[in-house]
């Protein structure tokens, strides 16, 4: 546990640290603007920097330039809060605008303004030229070029006013506007707050590359598990997709900025990176996965691939929220299976996944505009952890190598009392084997006798001298000699089960047709004997068995129930729905039920409630066994409520529909 504590405090402490270096804004709280003037001449910017905030002059809809609000052409103007999007102005999200900020400064000062992403395309002048271009404005989707870019540049102030212009139009993105602040500040000052954040950022994604390059490594000469391999790809798409992420570096390579290409690769970068993150808890806490979640896990990765491709940005990015349906499910399987609480590690990890799933989200669209790089700490917090639940299980592998190593005669004493365990278990068997054909010859010596003693009684005339007496022995003789055909055939049905050789085709059976064949089956034989017998089924279900084996269950069930249910009782079969997808088949009947000693041990082969009441009904001890066996490979279950003389229920549940 110290081991551990010491481990979290360190992670904890880097997370932090990279929180406060590179992903907490660096700005100071200072003047804001007031009527689309900012007035910073009594600012300090010896050691600080700060944004351009406040209110802006404002025209949506109009693509104004500086010679137009010197001739005083510029109409429709209004103010609008900055940074944040027009949207909350109740503009449309796909449109165009111009802002216009006058700054009141020292005369002659030269400062750096911090230009961030203006989405999705911009231009920039100050003081009439122009500064800064990202893409290219126009009014429409056609005339409009996306380029989305930050940049860190010196505007000059020799009059004591910079005049800040900027046009700026959507068609493409998510955002609209001037969603992230402008920065202000001296050259050495903001130029060391930017640097030293990229220099982290840098170094952070650096490490990850590192740690992806070394698992990968590991997995080609080492040790061939995919686990590692997912690892690798998890740490090369979060390098590639922190990136382009807002603030980041591949902007700086890249003169035209981020265009519509780009950001749609970086939409299929943060897909993948998902899809290899629910990947490898998959396999980290080996969870299997039905037929059902791996469509469900493939639609949802897809639909968001095949969205970005085809549909507009901002659908793109809605459509992406779909992912967060597989990690839910992956969690919620992890927390399953139980091995959290026993491991710190993994409880570390999901701690990181769960801080992921909430984290991320919240940066990339409360705080986006307020963090500088916001995706790296919830990333360097998830990598981290499953880092170091891989190199434990790699430590704990390699100690058990060399504990085996070391402890090698140990091993062989300990493999020598296997084999003389196997050795029992083979001579048990072997008892068991001959237990099972002394049982199986007097099972079939019983109705035999009984059979071969009423045939000659037929052939007596002294005794059988009536019609009516040679009726009733033919009549026993013929009921021996399907309590004979039963025996052999559930002989067989046990010999398959065991030898392995048993085949199964489960598909959909209409359990309403399933009942009908039953009254067919089974009707007039209980009602014959003056036992009351009802077969039916519930609404329009279906039941997933083996429409051929099902008879084995129903046989020995029925037949079970008919030899032990007085004329005058009944005997009953119904389907109806269970829990969780399932149906249960019920087998009841009005006999002389089952004590309670008996009832843990009656589905075990040969198990009889007494060998006298065998010999009387002609029970060899296997059917019940077979239903169970039959049931439980069909995807079934077994159990059975008894009462004496109320009667017994057997219930078998299916998969249903």
Request: neutral net charge; charged residues 20%; glycine residues 8%.
């Amino acid at each position: 546990m110290k081991r551990f504590l010491a481990i979290f405090l360190l992670i904890f402490s880097l997370c932090l640290a990279l929180f406060f270096t590179a992903s907490k804004p660096f700005v100071s709280k200072g003047p804001e603007a007031v009527e689309g003037v900012l007035d910073v001449r009594g600012t300090d910017f010896t050691s600080q920097v700060y944004a351009l905030s406040g209110q802006w002059e404002f025209y949506h809809g109009q693509l104004y330039t500086p010679e137009d609000f010197r001739q005083g052409t510029a109409k429709g103007g209004e103010y609008i809060d900055l940074p944040g999007p027009w949207t909350r102005m109740g503009y449309p999200k796909l449109s165009y605008a111009t802002y216009r900020l006058k700054i009141l400064t020292p005369p002659g000062q030269v400062y750096l303004l911090h230009i961030p992403e203006i989405m999705s395309s911009s231009l920039i002048w100050i003081n009439g030229e122009e500064f800064y271009g990202a893409g290219t404005v126009g009014g429409s989707d056609a005339d409009t070029v996306t380029g989305v870019r930050n940049e860190l540049l010196a505007a000059a102030s020799p009059n004591g006013t910079l005049e800040l212009v900027i046009q700026a139009a959507n068609y493409r993105m998510n955002g609209s506007g001037i969603f992230y602040p402008i920065l202000m500040g001296r050259d050495t000052v903001l130029i060391h707050h930017v640097f030293w954040q990229r220099t982290v950022v840098a170094a952070a994604l650096g490490g990850i590359l590192l740690i992806g390059v070394y698992h990968l490594f590991l997995y080609f000469f080492r040790r061939r598990e995919r686990l590692y391999l997912t690892f690798s790809l998890i740490c090369l798409t979060t390098v590639l997709r922190l990136g382009m992420e807002s603030n980041a570096l591949v902007q700086y390579f890249l003169p035209g900025g981020i265009g519509f290409v780009l950001s749609r690769v970086f939409l299929l970068l943060f897909t993948l990176h998902s899809l290899c993150i629910c990947l490898f808890m998959v396999q980290a806490f080996s969870i299997r996965l039905g037929r059902f979640l791996r469509v469900l896990y493939l639609v949802c990765f897809i639909l968001p691939m095949a969205g970005i491709c085809v549909l507009p940005y901002a659908a793109a990015v809605n459509g992406m929220f779909m992912v967060m349906i597989p990690y839910v499910i992956s969690i919620f399987l992890a927390v399953r299976t139980g091995n959290i609480g026993r491991d710190p590690y993994r409880l570390l990890y999901l701690c990181s996944m769960v801080t992921y799933l909430f984290y991320g989200p919240l940066t990339k669209t409360v705080f986006e505009g307020d963090m500088f790089v916001p995706g790296i700490v919830p990333n360097m917090f998830l990598i981290l952890s499953q880092c170091v639940m891989l190199s434990r299980s790699y430590a704990q592998a390699h100690e058990e190598a060399e504990r085996l190593n070391a402890n090698l005669e140990e091993l062989v004493k300990q493999r020598t009392a296997q084999l003389n365990h196997a050795n029992e278990q083979l001579e048990a068997s072997q008892a068991a084997l001959q237990e099972m054909i002394s049982n199986i010859s007097h099972d079939l010596k019983t109705p035999l006798t009984v059979l071969n003693n009423y045939l000659e009684l037929l052939g007596d005339e002294m005794i059988a001298s009536s019609e009516q007496e040679r009726t009733e022995y033919l009549g026993i003789a013929y009921h021996k000699n399907l309590d004979l055909q039963r025996l052999i055939h559930n002989l067989f049905e046990v010999t398959r089960m065991e030898g392995g050789t048993a085949v199964y085709h489960p598909e959909w059976v209409s359990a309403g047709k399933l009942m009908v064949e039953a009254d067919r089956k089974y009707g007039d034989l209980v009602r014959d004997k003056g036992i009351t017998f009802l077969a039916r089924a519930e609404g329009m279900l279906e039941l997933q068995l083996d429409k051929n084996k099902i008879w084995s269950v129903l046989d020995n069930l029925v037949y079970n129930a008919l030899r032990h249910t007085p004329e005058g009782g009944s005997i009953s079969l119904c389907i109806s729905r269970d829990v969780d997808n399932r149906a249960a088949l019920r087998v009841s009947d009005t006999g002389e039920g089952i004590a309670a000693a008996h009832l843990p041990h009656i589905f075990e082969r040969f198990y009889k409630v007494s060998p006298e009441r065998g010999e009387k009904d002609g029970s060899s001890g296997l059917g019940l066994y077979i239903v169970k066996t039959t049931a439980e490979a069909m995807g079934g279950s077994v159990r059975v409520e008894s009462t004496l003389g109320k009667g017994t229920v057997f219930t078998v549940t299916f998969p249903a529909r």
